[in-house]
């Protein structure tokens, strides 16, 4: 005779599992985010992707915030923000998503920005989306600004959030 499960398992009374279950549910519900709805891609978004496409290839420098002496991520984004909306974003990462309207996964727009725990750190890396899955950004690995993928084994699993500055 197979035993799927071990004699102290067979025990549980069945409401003990069932309160389990629910607690748990319950508790998972109260941190969701509530995300309102989006309307239509914006002028705006288009303006910040296009700029940001204009950067590509220039050079990583931690702490950076213009390109000619080089680019970090939040440097980046603060510099794009600035010279294609006249937006003020600064700081660092996590400053930057602390300020902007989360929007889901699903809802991501060119333009909006996407957020990376890349040094065991919360918000520590941010970019540009672009659609298609794909984001610009300033990595300090290969020293350059790039297109990557979000779908791509490294930022799939170092993905955190999103949000938009605008809308």
């Known amino acids: 005779m197979h035993k799927s ?34 309307g239509p891609e ?16 220039t050079g990583y420098r931690f702490g950076g915030k213009n390109p000619e002496a080089g680019l970090d ?3 980046m984004v603060a510099y794009i923000y600035d010279r294609s909306l006249g937006l ?4 660092s990462a996590a ?4 300020r902007g309207q989360p929007i889901d996964r ?7 920005l996407v957020f990376f725990n890349t040094r065991n750190a919360p918000l520590s890396h941010v970019g540009v989306y672009i659609g ?16 990557d993928s979000m779908h791509s084994r490294y ?9 938009s500055y605008f809308d």
């Open 5 to 38: 499960f071990s004699p102290s398992l067979r025990r549980l009374p069945l409401l003990a599992v069932l309160l389990v279950c629910f607690l748990l549910g319950a508790c998972s519900s109260l941190s969701t985010i509530r995300y309102k709805p989006r």
């Open 42 to 57: 914006s002028g705006k978004g288009s303006e910040v992707v296009l700029f940001a496409l204009g950067l590509i290839d």
């Open 73 to 75: 991520c939040s440097g």
């Open 88 to 91: 003020k974003v600064s700081g």
């Open 95 to 98: 400053d930057i998503a602390r």
């Open 106 to 112: 699903s809802q991501l727009r060119p333009g909006d």
């Open 132 to 147: 298609n899955n794909r984001f610009v950004h300033a990595p300090s690995t290969n020293g350059r600004v790039r297109i």
């Open 155 to 163: 930022f799939a699993q170092r993905y955190e959030t999103a949000r």
